[in-house]
């Protein structure tokens, strides 16, 4: 009961409460940032999708916290959650500076993975944490693609998302070593058709 309490919380502070960063949001300070109205505008599309992919990373990550038995594992999941915390806060901030909105669908991305989350966690830890590295890495391939595509002046976004990927990276590697699994390849395939589907949606919606 505690437990369902806690990822309630968790679930209505991600969707509707103002994300507070633990580590100051990564800036690039000698390089301002200066866009015109279109650039401004792909930014802040791509900025979204972000926001919204670190919404699926505090459901996912909570779902998976509160299916595992191993307490160890809890940790490592809750740490990771605090760090994807930034991500979602240092998104935000850039959304707000940018003067666009995030998704008007986070709540329906929010279930989506967090059911899958507890899906992934019914199937034991080694495949949970193997279907957590598939999606890191995945994530980290999505960032390294917006790395190409942001703007080039936009050096505000950019220094955002080079320390996203650094810590996707390592989060993947932690659960890695955790004991993960290599999930199937359909499996990897269906889920990069799903994010497919979510980062084209989010991009406009
Ligand atoms: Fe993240
Ligand atoms: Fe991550």
């Given at each position: 009961?505690?437990?369902?309490?806690?990822?309630?919380?968790?679930?209505?502070?991600?969707?509707?409460?103002?994300?507070?960063?633990?580590?100051?949001?990564?800036?690039?300070?000698?390089?301002?940032?200066?866009?015109?109205?279109?650039?401004?505008?792909?930014?802040?599309?791509?900025?979204?999708?972000?926001?919204?992919?670190?919404?699926?990373?505090?459901?996912l990550?909570?779902?998976q916290?509160?299916?595992?038995?191993?307490?160890?594992?809890r940790r490592?999941?809750?740490?990771?959650?605090?760090?994807e915390?930034?991500?979602?806060?240092?998104t935000?901030?850039?959304l707000?500076?940018?003067?666009?909105?995030?998704?008007?669908?986070?709540?329906?991305?929010?279930?989506?993975?967090?059911?899958?989350?507890?899906?992934?966690?019914?199937?034991?830890?080694?495949v949970?944490?193997?279907?957590?590295?598939?999606?890191?890495?995945?994530?980290e391939?999505?960032?390294?693609?917006?790395?190409?595509?942001?703007?080039?002046?936009?050096?505000?976004?950019?220094?955002?998302?080079a320390q996203?990927?650094?810590?996707?990276?390592?989060?993947?590697?932690?659960?890695?070593?955790?004991?993960?699994?290599?999930?199937?390849?359909?499996?990897?395939?269906?889920?990069?058709?799903?994010?497919?589907?979510?980062?084209?949606?989010?991009?406009?919606?």
């Amino acid at each position: 009961m505690d437990r369902i309490l806690g990822a309630l919380d968790q679930a209505l502070r991600t969707l509707f409460a103002q994300p507070r960063s633990t580590r100051a949001c990564p800036v690039v300070p000698a390089e301002a940032t200066h866009l015109g109205a279109q650039e401004r505008q792909h930014a802040a599309a791509l900025m979204r999708v972000n926001h919204v992919g670190e919404i699926c990373a505090q459901a996912l990550y909570t779902a998976q916290a509160m299916a595992t038995r191993n307490e160890v594992l809890r940790r490592q999941f809750n740490e990771a959650a605090r760090e994807e915390n930034d991500h979602l806060a240092w998104t935000k901030a850039r959304l707000d500076e940018l003067g666009a909105r995030p998704s008007l669908l986070n709540p329906l991305w929010y279930a989506g993975a967090f059911g899958l989350g507890l899906v992934a966690g019914r199937f034991g830890d080694p495949v949970s944490l193997g279907f957590l590295v598939e999606t890191e890495r995945q994530v980290e391939a999505h960032l390294q693609g917006h790395l190409e595509r942001l703007p080039a002046a936009d050096h505000a976004s950019r220094a955002i998302v080079a320390q996203m990927k650094a810590d996707e990276a390592t989060h993947a590697h932690n659960a890695q070593a955790a004991g993960a699994v290599e999930l199937p390849p359909p499996v990897k395939a269906a889920m990069r058709a799903a994010a497919k589907v979510m980062t084209t949606t989010a991009h406009y919606i």
